[in-house]
Structure formats: structure tokens, C-alpha cells
């Protein structure tokens, strides 16, 4: 059926969290999250649910659910989304999206782009893409503190809905969390890599990067706890503690993706592109007087610094492969930003983007994000394929959505758990270049799983109290 942009006004809230609970049970339900009220980094929350297609990437294959059929084909994932996305909608411009594409690109999708098959074995054994087409979106634009309920007008399925999505969205639920529901973590957090075997990757990995072949490169360790309960709580347990700029909570069939990320991968807005790799970063400390010295010691640690504008000089190579000569430039280097529990390195760099060119180029390109694999890109996924025992799955890939107008905003799904099987598991990353320490680098992946670890345990997470 023809598109037309259909757009109803709904009340404002602050906490995007509470619309969202509406639908928080359903399928292929989607929270991209700018954080809570009060200590938000971003503009928009993004609410969607019953999508009209889904597609799920496994290996050669990609499934495509649509209500009445299924079908598998063997065409290249991006190429099939694109196929679903059709024609280029045109939306006002005070709406990011008005439906489209909302899920995950898993890490491990890079080897079906490329044509590789990886050494490793998978990551969580879920799909390598798990999207949703979506023909209706609720946007809550917190910088103008107005919402709306946004549809394509793809389906007529979201036409005789409209009443009663509106009203279902303009009378949020109440937050009633019950104890039975809570999110329970058992004790013994469990990894792939002890310190030994973490010590035998390094040091295959500094091989490489003694020999030249990487500049820098990133090793990975794997963590997984049993859970009860609902991760919806354990969610919302995580973005009060540690509200984050990029969170995202979705729950698809396969499992639930808990993402409390700080990092943007990529944006396309009105023909701009936007990147933002993240650099170096230091877990903070409890005590005041440290916490600054740390900061200071970020700013001024030069090889840190180099880390990160190697970073730099990467994006810029990928963003002019499908940017207006001329375009690309730095905006920012080297910005402090902190959160609860880690200070950190921001780059930002933005061009136009070329005629032939659209959102999915230049995810393509860039997929997965340098700040996770490292320097020269190629070169550095190769080494970790090898050296690493498992694939990342979703961590390390990038969560959000490529709306139907051409719009895409991504995260880099970092900080990210994913809830199947009664565990949740999620990876802790660590950079090394050719003067870093072993003995260092595991300590900082114990630090960070530790420090998710604390924000699901330090209370009991959907307590009514919390």
C-alpha cells in the first residue's frame, strides 16, 4: 500500500521508561533510551512494538517472518534490510523516524559482510542480525518536551490500532515492580578466560603487534550468571545507576538485550554522518581526590592519546570512502566524558554524505565499530578471530535504528548484557598496544565486569524500594 505519514500527538513524560512499560512484555519490543530524567544525555527516547517483519541473520541464511509467511534467503543481510526498508519516506523534520528498522547488528555479522567465516564458535549461538520492521514509533522529544505516536503507513494493521495506541500511550502505566518479578543474580560470576588463558591471548595478540601487523587491537573476555526474574527490572536498575547516553532494552524470541551503552557508533541525519569512537578510558574512583587525578592522568597520558587519534584517523579513512569530498572533519578529540563508574576519551567526527550513497554504505563500511576491534581495522578483526576462543555475539556490535526516511542512529553495544537460557552474559574488552601489560590489561576486564556486576547486585534489583 501507498505510504502516508500519519502523526497523533500524545502527552509528555519524563521518564520514557514508563510509556515504554506498556508494551514492555510484548515480542520484539524496543526502548532505545536517552537516560533518566534528571541526569539525560540525549534528546530523543524511541518506543516501538509489533513489527510488521522481522529479520534473522544465522550464518548463509536470513530468515524473513512476515505475518502470513516465512521465507530464507542466501543474499547478503544488508542487502535484504534494504529490500524491506523500500523507497525513502520523507517525515517532518522534528521527528527522527516514523517507523523503519529498530534491533541489533551483532559483532559477528562483519564475517557474513565480508565473506569470511571465523575461526571462532559463535557468541551466544543467536542470530548474527535480529531486526524488526516496524510501521509505528512513539517518539518522546525530551529538548522541546513533546511526544508523539509516528506511523509510515505501511500497514493497515497500525490504521485500525491508531485509537488505541494513542490511548494506550496516553495513559502510562503505574511503575509497579513486584518482588516476584525482581531480577535475582546468583552467586559466581563465571568467564572464558582465566588470568592464564587471558595471558596466552595476549601474548599471541602482542606477537602481532610487535611483528606491525595491528597498530592496536582489542582482547575480549566473556562473562555469563545465572538470573531469575524479569530483565526489564534489571534494566531499569542499570539506567538509574548509570544512566547512559545510547541504553537500549529489547526483547526479541531468541533472548533480551539489556544495553546500558555510552558510546554512538554512527548517525545519518538530513544527509550528515556522524561518528563518535570513543578512546581511552579509566574506571573511577570512590574517593574524590583520586577521581581527579585520574582525570588528569587521562588528559595527559600521550599514548592514550595516540590510541585514540589512530582511532581518529581510521574513521576518517571509512566516513570519506561515502563522504562529499571535502567534508569530513574532526569536531571534537580527545573530550573527558564521565559517567557513574568511568571516565573516558570522546572523538566526534561528522561529513556529508555522497549522492550514491545512504545509511546502510556507511554502516556497512564502518561495521564494527574501530573502538572494539582496533587498528587497521581488518587486520586487527583477523588477529582476534584467531586468538579470541569464542565469537563477541551482540557485544562489541551496535543496537538502534535505520528509520525509512534514511535516518540511522547506532550505538556501539558495549556495557551490554544479554539475558537467554537464564543467564545473562556480556564482555569486557581491553586495548592493547605494544607497550601495554598483561597483568594490567586482565585487571581492567575483571574491573569492568565487576563494576556491571555491582549495579545489578548492590541491591536487589526491582525492589519496590529502589
Known amino acids: 500500500m501507498a505510504r502516508s505519514i500519519r502523526i497523533g500527538s500524545l502527552p ?15 515480542p520484539w519490543s524496543v526502548f532505545l533510551d536517552s537516560g533518566p530524567a534528571g541526569r539525560r544525555h540525549g534528546r530523543y527516547d524511541i518506543i516501538a512494538a509489533n513489527p510488521m517483519a522481522v529479520l534473522m541473520t544465522r550464518g548463509r541464511l536470513t530468515e524473513i517472518r512476515r505475518e502470513r509467511e516465512s521465507l530464507l534467503s542466501s543474499a547478503d543481510p544488508l542487502e535484504l534490510l534494504g ?9 517532518p523534520d522534528f521527528l527522527p523516524l516514523a517507523g523503519g528498522c529498530l534491533g541489533y547488528f551483532a559483532y559477528d555479522l562483519a564475517h557474513r559482510l565480508d565473506g569470511r567465516r571465523s575461526a571462532a564458535s559463535g557468541g551466544e549461538g543467536l542470530p548474527e542480525m535480529a531486526v524488526g520492521i516496524y510501521d509505528w514509533v512513539v517518539v ?3 529538548q522541546e518536551q513533546q511526544a508523539w505516536l509516528a506511523s509510515q503507513g505501511q500497514s493497515n494493521e497500525t490504521t ?8 494506550l500511550f496516553s495513559r502510562p502505566p503505574a511503575d509497579k515492580r513486584h518482588r516476584r518479578h525482581r531480577l535475582r543474580v546468583a552467586p559466581g560470576l563465571h568467564s572464558n578466560l582465566d588470568e592464564s588463558a587471558y595471558r596466552r591471548c595476549f601474548d599471541r595478540m602482542m606477537g602481532y603487534l610487535q611483528a606491525g601487523d595491528c597498530r592496536q587491537v582489542t582482547l575480549s573476555r566473556r562473562f555469563d550468571v545465572s538470573v531469575s526474574g524479569d530483565p526489564w527490572n534489571g534494566y531499569k536498575r542499570l539506567r538509574k545507576l548509570n ?29 550528515r554522518v556522524e561518528a563518535s569512537p570513543v578512546g581511552a578510558a579509566r574506571s573511577r574512583s570512590v574517593d574524590a581526590l583520586s577521581d581527579a587525578d585520574l582525570m588528569r592522568r587521562l588528559l595527559s597520558d600521550t599514548r592514550e592519546q595516540a590510541a585514540s587519534d589512530a582511532l581518529v584517523e581510521l574513521m576518517q579513512q571509512d566516513l570519506n570512502r561515502f563522504c562529499r569530498d571535502g567534508t569530513v572533519r574532526v569536531l571534537e578529540r580527545h ?3 564521565s559517567s557513574a563508574h568511568v571516565h573516558h576519551l570522546i572523538n566526534r567526527l561528522g561529513g556529508e554524505l555522497d549522492t550514491p550513497y545512504n545509511a546502510l554504505d556507511a554502516l556497512r563500511v564502518c561495521f564494527p565499530g574501530a573502538s572494539t576491534t582496533g587498528t587497521p581495522r581488518q587486520q586487527a578483526i583477523q588477529i582476534i578471530d584467531e586468538v579470541e576462543p ?8 551496535a543496537i538502534g535504528y535505520l528509520g525509512g526516511n534514511g535516518h540511522m542512529d547506532l550505538n556501539v553495544a558495549v556495557h551490554t548484557l544479554v539475558h537467554a537460557r ?20 586482565y585487571a581492567e576486564t575483571t574491573e569492568r565486569a565487576d563494576n556491571l556486576m555491582q549495579l545489578l547486585t548492590l541491591r536487589e534489583v526491582g525492589h519496590a524500594r529502589d
Open 335 to 337: 573530550r573527558l566524558e
Open 140 to 142: 518522546i522529544d525530551h
Open 160 to 167: 485500525h490500532m491508531w485509537p488505541e495506541l494513542i490511548a
Open 83 to 91: 529490500r524491506e526498508l523500500g523507497e525513502t519516506v520523507e517525515t
Open 422 to 441: 537464564g543467564k545473562l552474559q556480556f564482555s569486557a574488552a581491553g586495548n592493547i598496544t605494544g607497550d601495554s601489560a598483561p597483568a594490567d590489561s
Open 390 to 397: 569464542c565469537g563477541r555475539g551482540i557485544c562489541s556490535g
Open 12 to 26: 509528555y513524560v519524563e521518564e520514557g521508561s514508563r510509556l515504554f512499560e506498556a508494551v514492555a512484555h510484548w
Open 243 to 271: 544512566p547512559a547516553a545510547f541504553g537500549a532494552f529489547l526483547r526479541l524470541p531468541d533472548c533480551t538485550v539489556l544495553s546500558n551503552s555510552p558510546e554512538r557508533f554512527l548517525r545519518v541525519h538530513e544527509g
